[in-house]
C-alpha cells in the first residue's frame, strides 16, 4: 500500500519536475488532442441529428403532437378500446398548420410472411412520402424484414384473425384505427399477401386520388348468398334493403375509415347475427354499414381483381405457369366499369390470389406488363 502510494507519488513528481521532457509541448499535444475529440464529437453529434433526429423529433411530437406525424415506432401497448378511441380524433379546423401531402395507407392483412414483398418493394421504389404501409399478421409469427425493406418495423400489434369470423373485421379495423393515427394518410387499401399490383405507383396515387368515390364492392344480392344471409333481428338498424354483400378488399378515404373504427351501431349486431356458416361477417359488415351511412361516397365496385370463374367456394389461384403476357391483357384491357360516372377500361389496380410460386416470373414480366 505504502509503496503504490509512494509510486503513485512519484510518478507525479516526476512528471511535474522531469527537465527532460520538454513540458509546454507536452500541455499543446493534450490540448490538440482535446480539440480533435471535441471537434469529432460534435460532428458525430451533428451526423447523428441528421440521420436520427427526425426520429427522435416524432418521438418528441407523438407525446405533445399526437395527430401531427407518423410515430416512429408503430409497436404501442394501446388495447383496441384505447386505439380506436384514439383513432376517432378527427380535426375540426379544415386547413392543416403545415404541409400535409396526402398519402395512401397500404394495409396488408396476412397470416404469416409477405412472399410477394419483393415486387411490392419494386412499386414504391422511388415514392417515399406518398405512403405509407402497415402488416398485420398472426401473433406468433415475427417478420424478420432487413432495415432496408420498405416492410422493415411496419408491424402493428396483432391478434387472431379467423376468415369469416368478426376477428377477421377486428384485424381490419386494427389496421385502420393504426394508419389513421398518421393524419398524413387519407386513403386505405386493404390487401393480402398472395396480393399483387397491376399498375405502378404513379397510376395507382393517381387513379385513387382523383376518384370522387370509395371503392368498395357492395351490391344487393338476391338468392341464398346474398339476401339469405340477412337476419330480421338485424333491425331495425339494419334492414333487408340495406343488406349488402362484397369482397373484404376495399380501397376508403378518411372520412369511411373514421366512420368504420368509430362504429358501435352496427358492429353488435353483426357480431351476434352474421356468423359461419350461415354469413360471413367480412362480405357483409363494412358494406352494409357504410351503405346506410355513407352510400353517396361509395363505387360499390373493389379496385382488386378476382377470378370466380373457375366456381367453387374459393376464387381461382394463379401459380408459375398462368404468368403470361395473354393473362393480363385479360385482366387488364378487356374490362369496363365506371371511374367518377365516366366509362373507363381501367377497371382494377391490384389482383389476388397469387401462389409464392408465380413471384419469379411476376418480376421477370412486371417492368413490361405492369410497368413496374
Ligand atoms: C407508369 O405507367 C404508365 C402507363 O403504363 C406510364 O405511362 C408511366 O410512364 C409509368 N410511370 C413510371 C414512373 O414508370
Ligand atoms: C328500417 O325500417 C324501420 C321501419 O320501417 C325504420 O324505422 C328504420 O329507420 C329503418 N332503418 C334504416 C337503417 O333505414
Ligand atoms: C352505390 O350504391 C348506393 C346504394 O347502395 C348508391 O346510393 C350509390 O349512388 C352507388 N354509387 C355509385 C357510384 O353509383
Ligand atoms: C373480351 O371480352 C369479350 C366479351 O366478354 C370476349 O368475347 C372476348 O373474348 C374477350 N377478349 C379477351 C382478349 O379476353
Known amino acids: ?15 511535474r519536475t522531469s527537465p527532460s521532457r520538454p513540458f509546454p509541448s507536452r500541455l499543446l499535444q493534450f490540448f490538440l488532442l482535446f480539440l480533435v475529440i471535441g471537434i469529432g464529437a460534435s460532428i458525430l453529434s451533428m451526423y447523428m441529428i441528421r440521420h436520427f433526429g427526425i ?20 409497436m404501442h401497448t394501446m388495447n383496441d378500446i384505447e386505439l380506436f378511441w384514439r383513432a376517432s380524433f378527427v380535426p375540426r379546423i379544415k386547413s392543416y398548420p ?15 410472411p409477405l412472399p410477394m414483398a419483393p415486387l411490392w418493394e419494386k412499386f414504391f421504389e422511388g415514392h417515399e ?13 415475427t417478420a424478420d424484414f432487413s432495415p432496408s425493406s420498405v416492410f422493415y418495423e411496419r408491424q402493428i ?46 397510376i395507382v396515387y393517381q387513379y385513387i386520388s382523383r376518384s370522387q368515390y370509395s371503392f368498395l364492392g357492395a351490391i344487393d ?22 343488406w349488402r354483400k362484397g369482397s373484404q378488399w376495399f380501397e376508403i378515404n378518411r372520412e369511411l375509415a373514421v366512420r ?5 351501431t352496427y358492429y353488435p349486431k353483426l357480431k351476434e347475427f352474421c356468423i359461419p356458416h350461415k354469413c360471413y361477417v367480412d362480405e357483409h359488415y363494412f358494406q352494409t354499414m357504410l351503405t346506410i351511412n355513407s352510400p353517396h361516397l361509395l363505387a360499390n365496385r373493389s379496385l382488386t381483381y378476382v377470378d370466380w370463374s373457375r366456381g367453387g367456394a374459393h376464387p381461382a389461384t394463379f401459380g408459375k405457369d398462368d404468368i403470361k403476357e395473354q393473362f393480363f391483357n385479360k385482366i387488364l384491357q378487356n374490362q369496363t366499369c365506371l371511374y367518377n360516372s365516366q366509362p373507363s377500361s381501367l377497371c382494377f389496380l391490384f389482383a389476388r390470389k397469387f401462389a409464392p410460386n408465380s413471384l419469379v416470373p411476376l418480376l421477370k414480366i412486371a417492368p413490361e406488363v405492369l410497368g413496374i
Open 1 to 15: 500500500m505504502q509503496s503504490r502510494l509512494e509510486e503513485g507519488k512519484d510518478l507525479a513528481t516526476t512528471l
Open 55 to 74: 426520429n427522435n423529433m416524432a418521438l418528441v411530437q407523438s407525446t405533445f403532437m399526437p395527430c401531427f406525424q407518423q410515430p416512429a415506432i408503430l
Open 98 to 112: 403545415f404541409t400535409r401531402v396526402p398519402k395512401i395507407a397500404f394495409m396488408f392483412l396476412t397470416k404469416g
Open 129 to 141: 412520402g406518398l405512403y405509407s404501409i402497415y402488416v398485420h399478421s398472426l401473433p406468433s409469427y
Open 157 to 202: 400489434p396483432s391478434q387472431v384473425a379467423e376468415w369469416g369470423m368478426m376477428s377477421m373485421c377486428d384485424a381490419e379495423r386494427r389496421l385502420l384505427a393504426n394508419a389513421l393515427l398518421d393524419i398524413s394518410n387519407e386513403w386505405f387499401i386493404l390487401l393480402s399477401e398472395s396480393c399483387i399490383p397491376l399498375q405502378n405507383f404513379s
Open 221 to 242: 344480392e338476391p338468392g341464398p348468398y346474398g339476401r339469405g344471409r340477412y337476419d330480421e333481428n338485424m333491425a331495425p338498424e339494419i334492414n333487408l334493403t340495406d
Open 260 to 264: 368504420i373504427v368509430e362504429d358501435t
